[in-house]
């Protein structure tokens, strides 16, 4: 990063994170003599708590044994990348620009973030999140079958042997660790039948050195002020779940209980009211949700209520929130991070959480019916309930979940082909650096039955092709309203924005949303969305400086074929079609897979994007901009 972005990174930190992360830099260099340091482990040490696969679905079975097999035989994909060289890997080499991580340097020493020095970091931290080895144990509880086993023993000290502490770039992200430690508490819980699971982890001294010396590092180095989002989640989870379950050192006590309190207190500080994340981006609702559930359910008794009552709200709000396909929001930044994987590829996320929430909460009557099952929900049901909780639930839907403002217009229960639309009134992303916000205020999605209509395009890439992460994250990027041809918010960087657009909710009904946003101050945008009669009509309205130049985007989803006519767009998908009436007032242009700049682009997730049709109507401001879709 240049001088200024470490200028503008310190504007939005407080004295108390100035002085914090002042702190961390002085021991970070102190730290290089820390790697020869040995741990001292206690002489009697066990894994006592197995879990059971009985239970699991004959379909989720061949789910996982499906994508067990493609690992066994070496074969996976990371973001778009396919792999084949997973039999035996090269855990510092990025297979999509060709580069190898340094292996041998001071873990603080690398430029992790620059892609001309290590490649694609996210290729090349994702395959040791040892996530796929969790998929191999379940694949060896499940069958019995020692060549999984096998397969994960060999991976593991390849890793070890590769990664000692504190060099390479394994060691430089505490949400890394975090997630690592929690995939080896898995790995040991699912070989426990194994013959060799002991001497792989409780009597093996490669392995004893390298949980130490993770769980020190966590302590050492926690996430914290402006950057305590869903990383300090991570970082916690692991080291819970690390030091309850292998509590084979003197510190484990001091360990488990310093990332029990953390873990409750961050829950509450990232989760709203109403029950969503506060990052405002849905994936990583999962992720602090799966991360939440599977720490809570190592600690057991020890957990306090507060906890439990956040994970519970927060199942319900991804239960009032998902499509009729169990699809939630694609809202804010998305990198496909998952807190623990014990199921095939083919798996729903969604439907897995939701089976997990019923198994340890019970569910409600009004949540969706969550059809199949899963091989997570049955290990987690395994370990235990949860202790009974007295507060209340909300007794229907929540449509409006006003604190994070997200509002969720659909037509009546038991219409066919449902038609779900997300308004976006909230704020715009959380703490001072609001990492993984979009500039979106506003904005729109529209399913039909579960197929995007107007899509939010999703995220694509973080690091490595600012050009796409800006396109990706920009106002012009999303179904909402530009002015003066700039972002809504600006943005700082990557992972940080400067100035956040206010965004405030003026009215909500069953099928009327109106919320008006200050990101053009000082004009105002404000927009009204009515939904009746299988038809959604949404009026935009500047009030202000109407000289400003104006674009009003519509992004297609990327199965939506369009012809464009004037104002007047005609959609059609596999067996549907609708009409989409545009403001006449804008000249109306279509766009699909441009490249200079980005525009009409669709990502379906991290890495991976396909041309899809934007429709941008440019002219200037108005007092109001009518426009109609009807299906």
């Known amino acids: 990063m240049d001088p200024a972005w470490y200028l503008r990174r310190l504007s939005a930190m407080s004295p108390a994170e100035v002085a914090g992360r002042a702190t961390d830099v002085l021991r970070k260099q102190q730290w290089r003599g820390v790697a020869k340091q040995k741990a001292t482990w206690l002489p009697h040490r066990a894994f006592a708590r197995p879990a059971s696969v009985d239970g699991v679905s004959a379909e989720a079975r061949a789910e996982l044994l499906a994508t067990a097999e493609r690992l066994v035989d070496g074969y996976t994909e990371y973001f778009g990348v396919e792999r084949g060289d997973l039999v035996a890997p090269d855990w510092s080499f990025d297979p999509k620009t060709g580069l190898r991580a340094p292996a041998d340097a001071y873990s603080f020493d690398i430029a992790y973030r620059s892609e001309d020095t290590v490649g694609d970091i996210k290729q090349i931290w994702e395959p040791s999140r040892h996530q796929h080895l969790t998929v191999l144990a379940a694949a060896y509880a499940l069958t019995g079958e020692d060549r999984f086993a096998h397969r994960v023993a060999d991976h593991l000290k390849s890793w070890w042997a590769a990664n000692p502490p504190m060099r390479g770039v394994h060691w430089v992200s505490g949400i890394e660790l975090g997630l690592r430690l929690l995939s080896w508490v898995w790995v040991r819980r699912l070989l426990d039948g194994w ?131 169990l699809r939630p929001p694609r809202q804010g930044d998305a990198d496909d991070g998952y807190g623990l994987i014990v199921d095939g590829t083919g798996t729903s996320r969604w439907a897995s959480l939701l089976a997990t929430g019923d198994a340890l909460f019970g569910r409600q009557e009004w949540w969706p019916k969550v059809p199949g099952g899963d091989v997570r929900t049955v290990l987690f049901a395994s370990l235990g309930g949860t202790p009974e909780l007295t507060d209340p639930r909300p007794p229907r839907r929540v449509d409006d979940l006003f604190d994070a403002g997200m509002t969720i217009l659909r037509t009546p229960a038991g219409e066919p082909e449902e038609i779900w639309c997300r308004c976006d009134g909230g704020p715009h992303g959380f703490l001072a650096i609001a990492a993984h916000a979009h500039a979106d205020a506003l904005s729109l999605e529209v399913r039909h039955d579960g197929v995007d209509i107007l899509a939010d395009p999703g995220t694509y890439c973080y690091h490595g092709e600012p050009e796409w992460r800006s396109y990706f994250r920009s106002t012009l990027g999303h179904n909402t309203l530009q002015l003066g041809g700039a972002d809504q918010s600006a943005s700082g960087g990557p992972f940080l924005w400067t100035r956040h657009a206010r965004t405030r909710t003026l009215a909500v009904g069953p099928v009327r949303w109106r919320a008006e946003h200050d990101g053009y101050a000082p004009a105002v945008h404000r927009r009204c969305v009515e939904l009746a009669d299988r038809a959604l009509r949404i009026v935009d309205e500047v009030e202000g400086d109407l000289a400003l130049p104006a674009k009003l985007a519509f992004h297609l989803g990327p199965l939506v074929e369009v012809t464009l006519e004037g104002s007047t767009a005609r959609l059609s998908w596999p067996g549907h079609t609708a009409t989409l009436d545009l403001p006449a007032e804008l000249e109306w242009t279509a766009h699909r897979g441009e490249t200079n700049p980005p525009l009409g682009w669709y990502s379906a997730g991290f890495g991976r994007r396909e041309p899809a049709t934007t429709l941008v109507g440019s002219g200037p401001a108005a007092p109001a901009f009518t426009t109609t879709l009807r299906f």
């Open 195 to 325: 013959s060799g699971a002991s001497g792989l982890f409780e009597d093996n001294p490669e392995a004893l050195h390298q949980i130490w010396h993770h769980q020190r590092w966590l302590a050492a180095f926690p996430s914290r002020g402006s950057s305590a989002n869903n990383h300090v989640i991570a970082e916690d989870a692991g080291q819970l779940a690390a030091a309850c379950a292998f509590g084979w050192f003197p510190e484990s006590p001091g360990w488990r209980d310093a990332a029990l309190r953390s873990l409750d207190t961050q829950l509450q500080a990232n989760t709203f009211a109403s029950g969503l994340n506060r990052e405002l981006a849905t994936e990583y609702h999962g992720l602090v949700l799966e991360l939440g559930l599977a720490a809570a359910l190592e600690a057991g008794p020890l957990v306090p209520e507060s906890t439990w009552l956040v994970l519970r709200r927060m199942t319900d709000a991804l239960a009032s929130v998902v499509d009729s396909k």
